[in-house]
């Protein structure tokens, strides 16, 4: 079978990765950058992104989906039909002008873009791992399909960051990021959130640009929806994931689901208030933003979490701004360093605590979970 020459039309994660690292290696010898170089920007650039995941993948794969089976092969069947081949890849449409981009601006859209493709490679090797070492056919599909698109996803932000001269060498990121074991039941909880909130990040951004044209700054912001349609898909099949155990959402766990609720949400409010010069140039009070994305999610996790938090709550705001100034005082300390820096950041490091614990103890909004958690995207 002929190799594709672009990740966006890759049938499998492994593919796309091999048409990215050939595309990458050209562009090195082009520009005459070299391996160490590339190798310096992505170890650089992993310290601060998201983390690497791995599992009990034989508890993955004793996974039975019979409980869910008419809403599993109904899935499987949108996502082999794969809606988006092609898709992820510059067409005319795609004019950049990273020159005339403020350099601050540059920056903030920079870390933002190598934070979302480290994201979405994070997903790939996850998903890849578990099609590579399963053996249950119903498992192995899906992850192979998911993974496909997390790989796609993946180069094609590559591609954008390429243009601004910088390039995360996937392969070395495989081989060399940390891994954070995850017990199989934390990986459905934090991937089932990471991928429903995904939906909602890109979809508010894509709406609120069609409302706003003058505010997309950059092209890729253009190819959100379809991107969020994947995220969405991935999301429905951890919800049938969950699905095929009551236990999982019940019991004990029901303060796990809190947990990562709680961690998922403040998480992405205090990476959000990082980038102020990113999200005014789309229009965006980050504020706002927030707050619709939590809405947006919390609606949607209704079809498999027995309650939502009350982001409306008095203590739930207050607490998110502690949460961030600690986080700031914290990465002052750091970097100031000494005795005074380490007292400092200890202090920080015990504010950020007092916050989370105040934003845990918020009571839940209680929830009817439906018989069958299938959603359209709807947003
Ligand atoms: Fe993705
Ligand atoms: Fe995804």
């Known amino acids: 079978m002929n190799k594709p020459q672009h990740s966006a039309f890759a049938e499998t994660a492994e593919d796309a990765i091999a048409a990215q690292d050939a595309t990458a290696k050209a562009e090195d010898l082009r520009l005459g950058i070299t391996s160490e170089e590339a190798t310096q920007v992505a170890m650089q650039n992993t310290l601060l992104t998201p983390r690497f995941y791995t599992t009990d993948f034989e508890e993955m794969d004793a996974?039975?989906?019979?409980?869910?089976?008419?809403?599993?092969?109904?899935?499987?069947?949108?996502?082999?039909?794969?809606?988006?081949?092609?898709?992820?890849?510059?067409?005319?449409?795609?004019?950049?002008?990273?020159?005339?981009?403020?350099?601050?601006?540059?920056?903030?859209?920079?870390?933002?873009?190598?934070?979302?493709?480290?994201?979405?490679?994070?997903?790939?090797?996850?998903?890849?791992?578990?099609?590579?070492?399963?053996?249950?056919?119903?498992?192995?599909?899906?992850?192979?399909?998911?993974?496909?698109?997390?790989?796609?996803?993946?180069?094609?932000?590559?591609?954008?960051?390429?243009?601004?001269?910088?390039?995360?060498?996937?392969?070395?990121?495989?081989?060399?990021?940390?891994?954070?074991?995850?017990?199989?039941?934390?990986?459905?909880?934090?991937?089932?959130?990471?991928?429903?909130?995904?939906?909602?990040?890109?979809?508010?951004?894509?709406?609120?640009?069609?409302?706003?044209?003058?505010?997309?700054?950059?092209?890729?912001?253009?190819?959100?929806?379809?991107?969020?349609?994947?995220?969405?898909?991935?999301?429905?099949?951890?919800?049938?994931?969950?699905?095929?155990d009551p236990k999982l959402t019940s019991g004990i766990n029901r303060y796990w689901i809190k947990f990562f609720l709680t961690a998922v949400y403040s998480t992405m409010w205090v990476r959000d208030h990082q980038r102020p010069l990113f999200h005014e140039a789309l229009g965006v009070d980050t504020t706002w933003y927030g707050q619709e994305v939590f809405a947006k999610t919390s609606e949607i996790s209704k079809q498999v979490f027995p309650f939502t938090l009350d982001i409306d709550h008095p203590r739930w705001r207050p607490n998110l701004d502690r949460m961030e100034a600690a986080s700031r005082q914290v990465a002052a300390a750091k970097k100031r360093g000494g005795i005074e820096g380490f007292v400092s950041r200890v202090a920080g490091m015990a504010k950020a605590t007092f916050a989370f614990v105040s934003l845990y103890t918020i009571p839940v909004v209680p929830n009817e979970v439906p018989e069958s958690p299938r959603m359209e995207p709807a947003y």
């Open 63 to 244: 996974i039975d989906v019979t409980p869910v089976r008419e809403d599993w092969d109904k899935l499987i069947g949108q996502m082999k039909s794969d809606p988006n081949k092609g898709h992820f890849k510059k067409n005319d449409d795609w004019v950049v002008d990273w020159e005339g981009m403020d350099p601050a601006l540059r920056a903030e859209f920079i870390d933002f873009l190598i934070s979302s493709c480290t994201a979405e490679f994070s997903g790939c090797v996850l998903y890849k791992e578990m099609k590579r070492r399963g053996s249950n056919e119903d498992i192995t599909t899906l992850f192979q399909l998911m993974a496909r698109d997390e790989a796609r996803h993946a180069g094609f932000i590559n591609d954008a960051l390429r243009e601004a001269g910088i390039r995360v060498n996937l392969g070395f990121l495989t081989q060399q990021k940390k891994y954070t074991y995850f017990r199989p039941k934390f990986i459905y909880y934090a991937t089932y959130l990471s991928e429903k909130i995904g939906y909602a990040r890109y979809i508010t951004i894509f709406r609120h640009l069609e409302k706003h044209p003058e505010h997309q700054f950059h092209p890729i912001f253009g190819w959100f929806r379809e991107w969020c349609n994947d995220e969405f898909s991935h999301g429905e099949a951890f919800a049938l994931l969950l699905k095929t």
